[in-house]
């Protein structure tokens, strides 16, 4: 089955770049969706079909995807972007909604 | 703009079913090119995905969880609705509905989504 893979957590400074990965098998040839989940609230879109922003989402937040291997990438990093974050993709072979298991993002 | 909230009981006992209805307000559950789908996460862990759902009534699900959930939709009221039969601890999590964006390229995303509802099942 398909599985996506994320590091348990990542550390960075406030005004650093923080990258986030995410990989699965041949998941450059899939599209990739971010989340951002802070603690007792819901998840909510930050990136979409691999780079696109939702309304609302600040430019910081940038994503990437190729070979096996999708990034979130946020740039000039706050303290209000700590958080749980998650990717997703969708197994179109067998039509199955696939999540990583999540990173926590510290900002230090 | 799309508004999606959870309803149903809190509390499930062991080998009983769950069931969560979840209102769609701000724009019809008929429209076009959108699934209804939900996502549940155990207390400190990670999401997974359970199952989306058509207007039309077509469904697919996770295939770990197919032979206990059935996702439904009634349109005349604007909702779509989860059970989940012969439930055990293992079931006890925070239960999220979304809007599951689909496209013809084969991919999807879920936005926006309703604010939770937790379950526990316990005797």
């Known amino acids: 089955s398909f599985e996506l893979t994320q590091p348990p957590s990542v550390s960075v400074s406030p005004g650093q770049t923080a990258s986030i990965t995410c990989s699965g098998d041949k998941l450059g040839d899939k599209y990739a969706c971010w989340y951002q989940q802070k603690p007792g609230q819901s998840p909510v879109l930050v990136i979409y079909?691999?780079?696109k922003r939702p309304s609302g989402i600040p430019e910081r937040f940038s994503g990437s995807n190729s070979g096996n291997t999708a990034t979130l990438t946020i740039s000039g990093t706050q303290a209000m972007d700590e958080a749980d974050y998650y990717c997703q993709a969708w197994d179109s072979g067998t039509t199955y909604v696939v999540f990583g298991g999540g990173t926590r993002l510290t900002v230090l | 703009q799309l508004q999606l909230q959870e309803s149903g009981p809190g509390l499930v006992k062991p080998s009983e079913t769950l069931s969560l209805t979840c209102t769609v307000s701000g724009g019809s559950i008929s429209s076009p090119g959108y699934y209804w789908g939900w996502i549940r996460q155990p207390p400190g862990k990670g999401l997974e995905w359970i199952g989306s759902?058509?207007?039309?009534?077509?469904?697919y699900y996770n295939p770990s969880l197919q032979s206990r959930v059935t996702i439904s939709v009634d349109t005349s009221k604007n909702q779509f609705s989860l059970k989940v039969i012969s439930v055990t601890a293992a079931d006890t999590a925070v239960y999220y509905c979304?809007?599951?964006?689909?496209?013809?390229?084969?991919?999807?995303?879920?936005?926006?989504w309703g604010q939770g509802t937790l379950v526990t099942v316990s005797s």
């Open positions: 079909e691999d780079n």
């Open positions: 759902i058509y207007y039309t009534g077509s469904a």
């Open positions: 979304a809007t599951d964006t689909q496209t013809a390229a084969g991919n999807n995303w879920f936005d926006p």
